[in-house]
């Protein structure tokens, strides 16, 4: 058995980067390529409006959700009220997101063009659903088979709200990211958005801030198998039930819940991917991770790539099959076949994405993706410096001229060449944008998993 093959429990605790998540696992399906980019030589990836829109209408459908209306307030006007807090939260929410966008070097687009009154509709039509939730217990009727389920007979609706509210991740960190639950076998690691167990048994919901009609959308049958698998090993055994919420459709999206053969068998393809990738053994063997996209059925891919997928890959400049071209390294030097040694260098490319700063033995450093037609490359400085070069410029979507760097390879890695930052290190931009257009640039809409889970 594969399993037999992966470290064990203590070695995915010290190394929680290697853990699969559904988020790597469906960039393998779309292209190995993708899955090497993002999961093998973790090159960073831009953030799009779209994305964070995503999360603008979670987070306040999570905060009303976790409110509590008055005691004496009536199913009707629990309903109203519901929507008018909804309102105003997303409204400071979404002007806040606004900046934060402009703000962020790591964004690419323009958040203030996205379609407003769209996404409130999604907070709208997120309300009405659960609302359906507390509606169905003051009826005493499980709200997918209308079987009577015994309830209390409590009065108020405000226990009918508050004995439907539904389980949410809660914040974990100073970024607010969500907390991930872990299989007690370490190599898996997910969060479900919603989780609603007042019938007495677990209902997983997924919501998504589109219509479904994304590239991405077909992906959530295989994601909710991904929540069953989960749900099993982390011993609550199998879910009563699966759901997506697309907020742009009029009615829940209601899933099969998988046998246990099927999710035994997924389980076993995730293992084997790992075993290819080479966690905690040998290091990959790259060719394993050659450009090979899916087709999604009823896409059409652009002119000059090999799928649709490549319009959205944020490996696209760095493939053969993608019909993108990068931009010329320009007086900076080559990416590959191997970067070059020295002092007083320069690079010059196009700002693929960058990662949030982390702290590494004392100092917060943050990861930068670079590509020109020679390659593409990831540098970690320090996020002082990094500040630095911001102040001029640079950002995701920006083909930006960096100099001053110089490198360093460790002893025992002497190919690895690692570029460091000096005095004199300064950045400019060359091009505001490459290409000239978001359709070149691709854009992840928000139905895709965080990239880098």
């Not at 996404?119 to 209308?146: C, K, M, N, Q």
């Not at 809660?170 to 872990?182: N, Q």
């Not at 994601?223 to 749900?231: D, K, R, V």
Request: with cysteine.
């Amino acid at each position: 058995m594969t399993q037999g093959q992966l470290p064990d429990q203590g070695w995915w605790q010290t190394n929680p980067w290697a853990r699969m998540s559904f988020s790597r696992l469906a960039a393998h399906r779309r292209c190995p390529a993708w899955y090497r980019y993002t999961s093998i030589d973790w090159h960073a990836s831009s953030t799009g409006p779209e994305q964070e829109a995503g999360h603008v209408v979670q987070d306040v459908l999570q905060r009303v959700f976790d409110g509590n209306p008055a005691s004496d307030v009536s199913a009707t006007a629990l309903g109203e009220r519901a929507l008018a807090r909804a309102t105003r939260l997303f409204e400071k929410a979404w002007e806040q997101a606004i900046t934060d966008f402009r703000a962020n070097p790591n964004a690419v687009g323009d958040f203030a063009a996205l379609d407003r009154a769209r996404y409130a509709g999604h907070i709208e039509r997120g309300l009405e659903f659960h609302l359906r939730e507390v509606h169905a217990w003051l009826s005493d009727r499980h709200p997918r088979t209308g079987a009577r389920l015994g309830l209390p007979a409590y009065g108020a609706v405000i226990d009918a709200w508050t004995g439907t509210r539904p389980w949410h991740a809660p914040a974990s960190s100073e970024a607010g990211e969500p907390a991930l639950e872990v299989i007690p076998q370490g190599w898996f690691q997910g969060q479900y958005d919603l989780v609603y167990e007042w019938t007495g048994a677990r209902r997983i919901v997924d919501l998504k801030a589109s219509s479904g009609s994304s590239i991405f959308s077909p992906e959530i049958a295989e994601q909710l198998t991904s929540y069953t698998f989960m749900e099993r090993a982390l011993g609550r055994g199998t879910p009563e039930g699966l759901e997506a919420w697309f907020l742009g459709q009029s009615e829940p999206m209601v899933f099969a819940v998988p046998d246990e053969a099927a999710t035994d068998a997924w389980a076993e393809r995730v293992r084997a991917l790992l075993v290819k990738t080479g966690v905690g053994g040998a290091r990959p063997d790259r060719a394993d991770f050659d450009p090979a996209p899916e087709q999604p059925a009823g896409r059409s891919a652009a002119a000059g790539a090999a799928s649709a997928w490549c319009a959205v890959c944020p490996a696209a400049y760095t493939c053969k099959v993608s019909g993108k071209k990068a931009p010329p390294a320009g007086r900076g030097v080559a990416f590959s076949p191997a970067l070059p040694k020295g002092r007083g260098l320069t690079v010059e490319g196009l700002v693929l994405g960058m990662k949030a700063p982390r702290t590494e033995r004392g100092k917060e450093k943050r990861r930068l993706t670079i590509v020109n037609e020679s390659g593409v490359a990831s540098f970690k400085w320090e996020e002082r410096d990094c500040r630095k070069f911001f102040e001029r410029g640079l950002r995701a979507g920006r083909v930006v001229r960096i100099t001053g760097l110089n490198a360093w390879s460790p002893d025992d890695a002497p190919e690895q060449v690692h570029y460091f930052t000096s005095a004199g290190s300064t950045a400019e931009v060359v091009a505001e944008d490459w290409g000239g257009s978001v359709a070149n640039r691709g854009v992840i809409e928000h139905d895709a998993p965080a990239l880098g889970e």
